[in-house]
């Protein structure tokens, strides 16, 4: 066995395509009822909805690849991260622009290169690949050629080759991803632009599909924003991925790395991630750094376990919630409502009730468990489930409900088995 170099997990970056699994129903949707049309000079928008972690932008840069590699469709990703104001918009697009006209220098990378110089003619360098902005020097004019609705209306039409009244296309179609719109979601100019958008496309029929992404909070932000927006969208909405699925994702990554893994150890992994993608790369990672003969075996996974659970509960759960748990009361509530959610397969993100907790832990005094609640409340981890009524709850956050699912778990799990080898 060489020396570990390079995990073939990705728990801190979204999933190279060859490592993706599963999300084929998704793929299919987003190719076939929105690339495919827009190649017939149908354009649409849809929403990827779903909460952090869950793999939106992997999805969304999977089908980028897959529409070039399928139909001969570019892409462009724009991340809007802390974009707020309509300058950083136009500041991100054209970042976007000026890593893509490094890729594919021959094709779509060099028609961007061509536009990039017409559009700030004394403000980009010409490099070895491709062009390189001077974004220091750029100012507000600058950024007015993709801020507006027209403005981006008219550099996708160059891109494509529209640009004259009977140009011929150069590519089909063009996906435009928008991911990370958390800063923006609210602003009201944003949700007007994107109704623009959508509508100034769809009227000059310009081949393009848009693809946004961003958890239910944002859709509903924007639509709170200016309520037409939420008529031009299709929603796509992710949930954790399927155990065979999940199962793929371990294969495929431990193959990659000339790795093999116990069937029980695979297993193991499966149920205690419970599909939600970056729970399973962190255990994978976890896994692949604990293993010591290329082999992963059950006792690899268990101590993975006990890392998941620090590495999801450092970089992802307040640290009052952390120090919360460190009583031994709650954490054999958590272990016995891990229990329970392994033996009912319990959806995430499903309420549980007290009065299931109370039965769970009959010799638990009934103060203990009104507590625990009410501390986990006071924390913001958990809110009443006011449509399933009194005595209902559910977790805030999927990443925290992961948190506590895998402590609880790493609590019921048994204690070391003999390793093999
Ligand atoms: N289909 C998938 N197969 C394997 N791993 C995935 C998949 N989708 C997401 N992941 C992993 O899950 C984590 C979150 O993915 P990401 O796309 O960044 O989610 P989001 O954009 O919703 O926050 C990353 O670690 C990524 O590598
Ligand atoms: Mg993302």
């Known amino acids: 066995m ?5 995990s073939p997990f990705w728990p801190d970056h979204p999933v190279p395509p060859e490592a993706f699994a599963g999300r084929e129903k998704e793929i299919q949707r987003l190719l ?13 928008a849809v929403f990827i909805e779903a909460e952090y972690g869950l793999g939106k932008t992997s999805l969304a840069q999977y089908v980028q690849t897959a529409a ?7 892409g462009l990703y724009v991340s809007l991260g802390t974009a707020e104001t309509p300058d950083e918009l136009g500041r991100r697009i054209l970042r976007a622009l000026e890593e893509a006209s490094s890729v594919d220098q021959e094709g779509f990378g060099a028609r961007i290169a061509d536009l990039l110089k017409d559009l700030l003619p004394d403000r980009i360098q010409l490099t070895f690949f491709g062009v390189s902005v001077d974004w ?10 993709v801020r507006d609705v027209q403005g981006m209306g008219g550099v996708l039409r160059r891109l494509l080759g529209l640009k004259t009244k009977n140009g011929q296309r150069s590519w089909p179609a063009m996906l435009l991803v928008l991911d990370e719109i958390n800063g923006i979601a609210k602003m009201l100019w944003f949700a007007q632009w994107l109704k623009g958008f959508i509508d100034f496309v769809a009227i000059h029929r310009i081949p393009v599909f848009l693809v946004v992404c961003g958890t239910p909070q944002r859709r509903t932000e924007l639509i709170h924003a200016y309520s037409s927006v939420g008529q031009v969208f299709d929603v796509l909405p992710l949930s954790p991925l399927d155990a065979s699925q999940t199962r793929t994702v371990y294969a495929r990554a431990l193959a990659s790395a000339d790795m093999t893994g116990d069937a029980e150890a695979i297993d193991l992994m499966v149920t205690w991630s419970a599909g939600y993608p970056r729970i399973v790369q962190i255990i994978g990672d976890a896994a692949y750094w604990r293993d010591k003969d290329g082999h992963v ?27 919360a748990l460190h009583s031994k009361a709650y954490r054999g509530i958590l272990a016995a409502m891990a229990g329970e959610a392994w033996q009912r397969g319990r959806l995430w993100g499903s309420p549980f009730y007290l ?4 039965a769970m832990m009959p010799d638990m005094p009934d103060y203990t468990v009104r507590r625990f609640i009410s501390r986990l409340r006071a924390l ?9 009524g009194r005595g209902a709850f559910r977790f805030s956050h999927p990443m925290i409900e992961a948190y506590l699912s895998l402590m ?4 019921v799990t048994p204690p070391t088995v003999a390793r093999r080898g």
């Open 355 to 358: 009065r299931d907790l109370r």
């Open 68 to 74: 070039r590699t399928r139909y001969g469709v570019p």
């Open 32 to 44: 076939e009822r929105g690339i495919v049309p827009a190649m017939h000079e149908h354009p649409g």
């Open 408 to 411: 609880g778990q790493s609590l």
């Open 2 to 6: 060489p020396p570990k170099s390079a």
């Open 380 to 388: 913001g981890a958990v809110v009443p489930d006011l449509e399933e």
């Open 297 to 323: 075996s059950r006792e690899d996974v268990r101590l993975a376990l006990d890392d998941a659970v620090m590495e999801v509960g450092r970089r992802f759960v307040d640290h009052q919630i952390v120090d």
């Open 136 to 145: 220091h020097r750029l100012t507000s004019q600058d950024f007015a050629a």
